[in-house]
């Protein structure tokens, strides 16, 4: 299953099998968090099967950002530059995930640096998809808004 994964895709099945007997297996039903924007980033977390939102924490309450589904992984942010979680992630289906240690995904991106450089590419392409969606809604809010005249 780990193969399908691509972080992991270049990754010899010797060494996906150790991950897997090394990482924690873990359930989720639809409506149970994950974990919570600010909380201590101990792991990162490979969707096996299931859906979650990333909700993230604003004046208005919990705002919706993106969705994780199969094959995804999330909270390499706060593993990578040893900050707190950035976002609450809650299931939205039955979740099974893979539940890696920090210490085991920092081992993973030194023997592997193709795993690295696919990270890279992923969190890339996250910081595209959210720069886009910013660049949007600023030009909506800068838009000067018609006046109707009676």
Do not use: W
Request: charged fraction near 25%.
């Amino acid at each position: 299953m780990l193969k399908r994964v691509p972080i992991f895709s270049r990754i010899a099945p010797a060494k996906l099998k150790l991950l897997a007997f090394t990482s924690d297996r873990v359930s989720y039903n639809a409506g149970q968090t994950l974990f919570h924007q600010g909380d201590q980033g101990d792991a990162a977390y490979v969707v096996l099967s299931g859906t979650a939102d990333i909700l993230v924490d604003s004046p208005a309450g919990e705002i919706k950002v993106a969705e994780v589904d199969l094959n995804s992984s999330v909270s390499e942010i706060a593993i990578l530059c040893d900050v707190s979680r950035t976002a609450t992630v809650k299931a939205t289906s039955r979740l099974e995930a893979l539940k890696i240690s920090k210490e085991h995904f920092l081992k993973l991106l030194s023997d592997f640096p193709e795993m690295a450089v696919e990270i890279m590419r992923v969190l890339a392409d996250r910081l595209n998809h959210t720069t886009s969606e910013l660049t949007a809604v600023r030009s909506r809010l800068n838009q000067p808004h018609s006046m109707s005249t009676h």
